[in-house]
């Protein structure tokens, strides 16, 4: 069996790849395993000084990634280049920072201490969305805290999978650090299931986490989910409003509007309602859209045929079920996934169209009247990915924020991940940390060592 990437612009076959056989997996597994043995052995300064060399790579190689990205899954150049680089930025904050993240932590008032040490190869299911960052954000602490990694990319990035593997090569790793598992996600339970793997994360939808949580858990093993999410942003009427108009047509509609922490339900205060959605909506109209190797598209396809269909589905049942749509609504005519960047309002709350993530260019407008019926609007999800509130009123902001059922609370800004900060979700959006101290710890064992007189 094989794998086949295409240019979600052009519908072009750009690449074919061979499955891993069994033989293959097993000889794989076993080397990551091998690899671990030693890599946890590794000074942390060694760790680090690879880093540097990642980092290094990264950004030398930044243009060349990011035509790949664009090629397999359309963003636009700019934003896959800003995507690599950012990778790098991740690769050096770790290099610096990280080695404070795990140092051992005495317990005050105790002869105890936690020492947070490696487990083992960690099993990473990755998405098509963000084929390096997310990758990477992963890979680089439990890399630098003495895990080894297998990885099974999306189908659909095959190309980019084998990017990574070689860059982690070329940046002087032991192989087995990185393993590029190229298997289809029917054999994942396999590889969830086999001893050697210590542990599971998952980037995905909210269905494929639970299962193999589900399968994980039976095993004891640790999963760390990052899901879905229907992130709310909130607009109320003493906030900055062309920023807050600005920042709302960036965070739903970057990335190709397929993320999972974009902004897709829109709050709008009554009292200006009207003049946030006639300004949004002309600003969406202005979206460049087309060939994302352009520098002045800003919207380009959607990654795969079936992600298009799914967005022509949502917004037919969107429409059925009272929704206006105030610009765009229909696919571009001609080769590739192209969908026009949309508006709706006036879609009932209860619909079950409105409790759906739309992953793809469509945002949904809805106003509000006050703080309790927003936060009651804001939370009315199965999602808790994130959340966005803007106003001019400090106080105000904070309160709703500790009322708001999410992993990630930006105020006057637009939520985004970082590698100084954890990042997860709540809900169906997820568990576990990654980033941050809190993602540096997550794939450890926080062992205790109590030493008496």
Known sequence: MSFQSYNPATGELIGTYAEHDASDVERLLQQSHHTWRSWSKTPIEERCAFLIRLADLLESRAEEYGALIVSEMGKPLAEAVGEVKKSAFGARHFASDGPAYIADEAIPGTPGRIVYQSIGPIFGIMPWNLPFWQVLRFFIP???????????????????????????????????????????????????????????????STQAGRSVAQQAGTLGKKVVLELGGSDPFIVFADADFDKAVQMAVVSRYSNNAQSCIAAKRLFVQEGIADRFIAAFVEAVKRIPVGDPMRSETKLGPLARRDIHQTVERQVKDAVEAGATVLVGGKSIEGPGNFYEATVLSGLPHDA??????????????????????????????????????????????????????????????????DPRAPFGGIKGSGFGRELGGLGARELTNAKLVWKGA
């Not at 650090?177 to 969830?192: C, F, G, K, M, S």
């Not at 009123?393 to 709703?400: G, P, Q, T």
Request: hydrophobic share 50%; aromatic share 6%; glycine share 8%.
């Open 352 to 417: 079950p169209i409105a409790r759906e993530e739309f992953f793809g260019p469509v945002a949904m407008l809805f106003t509000f009247k006050d703080e309790e019926d927003v936060i009651r609007l804001a939370n009315d999800t199965e999602y808790g990915l994130g959340a966005t509130i803007w106003s001019g009123n400090s106080a105000r902001a904070e309160r709703v924020a500790a009322q708001i059922e999410a992993g990630a609370v930006f105020i006057n800004d637009f939520v985004r991940s």
């Open 142 to 204: 439990a890399a630098l805290v003495g895990n080894t990694v297998v990885v099974k990319h999306a189908e659909s990035v095959q190309g980019s999978a084998a990017a990574i593997e070689k860059l982690i090569l070329d940046a002087g790793a032991p192989a087995g650090l990185y393993t590029n598992l190229v298997i289809d996600r029917r054999r994942a339970p396999q590889i969830i299931g086999d001893p050697r793997i210590a542990a599971v994360t998952v980037t995905g």
